[in-house]
């Protein structure tokens, strides 16, 4: 019995290993992609870092704080992995139009990310709100509708 509880054990273990590395897109020339569904996924964690902030503003237990600031802060890690892993090191070309523009545009949401974990100034939302806004415009071309 106790060699069926060691297995197990083990398989629960690659399995939760296995979920861990499911949350970024994989990096092996798949060819799937859904840019839009990514951007859309990025304006959803700013929309969740906005609501942290104004939670850990409302100044509630310390229980309820912490719990706030930690998702807050995971949500900036998933949009700093959506921007670095999947736009930058998979969808981003140096041959495609406005290559310079959406560099900088990506590296800017990298550093307001970091800056949305670093405090609950909501002017690092805006900005974040604001670069995605380009981003869609500056990938998807002008003719992009929201």
């Not at 861990?20 to 929309?47: N, R, W």
Request: with cysteine; hydrophobic share 40%; charged share 25%.
């Amino acid at each position: 019995m106790k060699r069926t509880t060691k297995y197990m054990t083990i398989m629960v273990l690659f399995a939760l290993i296995g979920v861990s590395s499911v949350k970024a897109h994989c990096q092996i020339p798949c060819g799937i992609y859904d840019d839009a569904a990514e951007v859309a996924l990025m304006k959803e964690h700013v929309t969740t870092i906005a609501k942290s902030m104004t939670q850990i503003e409302a100044g509630q237990s310390a229980n309820q704080t912490t719990r706030w600031v930690m998702n807050k802060e995971n949500h900036a890690d998933e949009l700093i992995e959506i921007t670095a892993n999947y736009f930058l090191a998979q969808r981003i070309k140096p041959d495609m139009d406005h290559y310079e523009e959406n560099l900088k545009t990506l590296h800017g949401i990298i550093i307001y990310s970091m800056k949305a974990k670093q405090t609950t100034d909501v002017a690092n939302v805006e900005k974040l709100t604001e670069l995605i806004h380009s981003l869609e415009h500056t990938y998807f071309g002008e003719k992009h509708q929201h």
